[in-house]
């Protein structure tokens, strides 16, 4: 089946580190995204990307990397820069950006969400 | 700013009951809108989703919406809930901007829905 996998489900660091949240899709879609999700907050954009070897910056990347390089995978990185890291991660993905004429593509598909505890 | 706006936090129903839940947008031009269900610990799944055409939508799971332009809303219903359909509900609105390449997808903060026996 097609679908969008997060791993691990549950992530737990130490103040200082760096982790790696893992996110991979196999419904060939180009654009692909992450959000984090607090309580009462909604979700928020932190990184985008709608083609390999190319991603733009959310409302809260301050603290995040992200790396492009297969059309499948998108991992973020939530460095020791990131003040309050403790949060649920959300991965999705869409067919592309969408378009004036397409606006159908932008229909978003998550994952079940890493949970990332600083400890 | 494009903003979408879920005034309710969190709304308990009877088992049975009929339910609705609001959402409003803020931008000018005719927005791509969604609505999203979350359970506990889990990502989202869409329910429904309007991009142009009829205003009133069908969704999974027995819900509609409709697209009020004048009301700047787009609001769930459902005529009767079941159990199962406590969650936390989300709303949310895409931008593309005229040349089509920007690309915004903004949430609102959720409605949590309690379900009683």
């Known amino acids: 089946d097609g679908g969008i996998t997060q791993s691990p489900k549950y992530l737990f660091r130490k103040e200082g580190q760096n982790v790696t949240l893992s996110c991979e899709q196999n419904?060939?879609?180009?654009?692909m995204y992450w959000y984090r999700q607090d309580p009462g907050q909604g979700l928020r954009l932190i990184y985008y990307?709608?083609?390999?070897?190319?991603?733009q910056k959310g409302d809260i990347a301050e603290g995040y990397s992200v790396s492009r390089e297969k059309k499948e995978s998108f991992p973020l990185t939530v460095t020791s820069a990131q003040k309050n890291p403790t949060a649920f991660y959300l991965c999705a993905s869409s067919i592309d950006l969408g378009g004036q004429y397409s606006p159908m593509n932008t229909e978003a598909f998550f994952g079940q969400g890493t949970r990332l505890t600083v400890v | 700013a494009q903003s979408v706006t879920q005034p309710d936090i969190h709304i308990t129903v009877s088992e049975g009951a009929s339910l609705e839940l609001r959402c409003n947008y803020s931008y000018g031009a005719t927005p791509y809108l969604f609505w999203y269900v979350q359970s506990p610990g889990q990502g989202l799944q869409l329910l429904l989703k309007y991009f142009s055409g009829d205003t009133l939508v069908q969704g999974i799971k027995g819900f509609e919406a409709e697209f009020k332009r004048s009301q700047s809303s787009f609001n769930l219903r459902k005529p009767s809930v079941h159990w199962s359909d406590a969650a936390e509900y989300f709303c949310a609105v895409v931008r593309i901007n005229s040349g089509g390449s920007n690309y915004k997808l903004t949430f609102g903060k959720g409605t949590l829905l309690t379900v009683n026996p």
């Open positions: 419904l060939n879609h180009d654009a």
């Open positions: 990307s709608q083609i390999v070897n190319d991603f």
